[in-house]
């Protein structure tokens, strides 16, 4: 029973370079989440996707595009990375109903230099 | 949505139960209270939920005051396990969690 699974695990990219974060679920819920975390810091949204199909920003969505590919998948996409996107980012899903449990996946760990 | 309040940090020993506080005074009535927990550069795992009744399962208990607007989650015999950053959080009943803030939350430290 996997859960909410995510790849990479590790990252390092230069500036200016592009990458995608893959999360996948096997839970079929409805809803899914990109977060990052800094140190020290919460949980910030950057990017959901209540159902297959629909994507809204969160808190911080600048510099970065998402897409849900299918009910299962939810990329999220650095195209040009900068050192302030430095940060774990976590994938996150839910059935979006009234059970109100966010599943997590154990995070990607991205350095930009 | 409301905001929560929870204080910074906190020590427990091993063993004894560990209270932690949360204010959200501007609760809504439609609004449950959750609460989840982050162990150090794992993903947040879910704890316990409720609206205005306590609440009990495997992992804790979640007492409401009887005006919703604050919270303690105990955990009644902390151990080392426990050691991390526990989230309050409030969120409408049946909302999806796309507008949903995770704050700063509370840095348990459980103590042999």
């Known amino acids: 029973n996997a859960g909410v699974t995510q790849t990479p695990k590790f990252q390092v990219l230069k500036t200016g370079q592009s990458m995608t974060l893959q999360c996948a679920q096997d839970m079929n819920h409805n809803s899914m989440y990109w977060y990052r975390q800094d140190p020290g810091m919460g949980l910030r949204l950057i990017y959901y996707?209540?159902?297959?199909?629909?994507?809204d920003k969160g808190e911080v969505p600048n510099g970065y595009n998402v897409s849900r590919l299918n009910k299962r998948e939810f990329s999220l996409r650095l195209e040009s990375a900068a050192p302030s996107q430095t940060s774990v980012y976590f994938c996150?899903?839910?059935?979006?109903?009234?059970?109100?449990?966010?599943?997590f996946g154990e995070g990607s760990r991205l350095t930009v230099l | 949505d409301a905001k929560t309040t929870q204080p910074p940090s906190m020590d427990c020993a091993e063993g004894r139960a560990a209270n932690l506080p949360c204010n959200h005074s501007t609760i809504s009535g439609n609004e449950y209270v959750y609460w989840y927990r982050q162990i150090h550069s794992q993903g947040p795992q879910y704890i316990i939920h409720g609206l205005k009744n306590n609440e009990t399962n495997e992992m804790a208990s979640l007492i409401i005051t009887e005006d919703r607007k604050s919270s303690t989650l105990i955990l009644p015999h902390a151990t080392l396990r426990d050691t991390a950053v526990y989230y309050c959080i409030v969120n409408p009943l049946g909302a999806r969690w796309g507008k949903l803030q995770f704050g700063a939350g509370t840095q348990v430290v459980v103590t042999p």
């Open positions: 996707s209540a159902s297959e199909g629909t994507t």
């Open positions: 996150a899903s839910s059935e979006g109903g009234t059970t109100g449990e966010l599943f």
